[in-house]
């Protein structure tokens, strides 16, 4: 059974930045793909990021492109997003998503660009961006 656990989120000002982390196990480790989809209230969730815990193969989001990071360390089995120069529409619940054999559709924008083809979910983590 895989199992994904969120942490790190909370409030920062505009410009900040925060990192949060999403710890992974039960996963195959032949092809997982794993990633970020965030909702915003009243709003669809909306993909963040993915990255393949098996070749690093990694897609963004238009909206976060060039401020965000998203890493997985192999060892730990932690997925990192690395949230740069926030802004107050970053403000959302952000869970760690992941999806067995999924990295083709990763590195193609197919699971960012369509978040709910994600099978497993965290709990989330609430991220608020302050003024």
């Known amino acids: 059974e895989v199992q994904l656990a969120e942490s790190g989120g909370g409030l920062v000002q505009t410009g900040g930045s925060l990192r949060l982390s999403c710890a992974a196990s039960?996963?195959?480790?032949?092809?997982?793909?794993i990633g970020w989809v965030r909702q915003a209230p009243g709003k669809e969730r909306e993909g963040v990021a993915c990255?393949?815990?098996?070749?690093?193969?990694?897609y963004y989001g238009d909206s976060v492109k060039g401020r965000f990071t998203i890493s997985f360390d192999k060892v730990k089995n932690i997925m990192y997003l690395q949230m740069n120069s926030v802004k107050r529409e970053d403000t959302a619940v952000y869970s760690c998503?992941?999806?067995?054999?999924?990295?083709?559709?990763?590195?193609?924008?197919?699971?960012?660009?369509?978040?709910?083809?994600?099978?497993?979910w965290g709990q989330g983590t609430q991220v608020t961006v302050s003024s």
């Open positions: 998503a992941g999806l067995s054999y999924g990295s083709n559709w990763c590195y193609s924008g197919r699971l960012v660009n369509h978040p709910e083809q994600f099978d497993d």
């Open positions: 039960g996963f195959t480790r032949v092809d997982y793909a």
């Open positions: 990255i393949s815990t098996s070749d690093g193969s990694l």
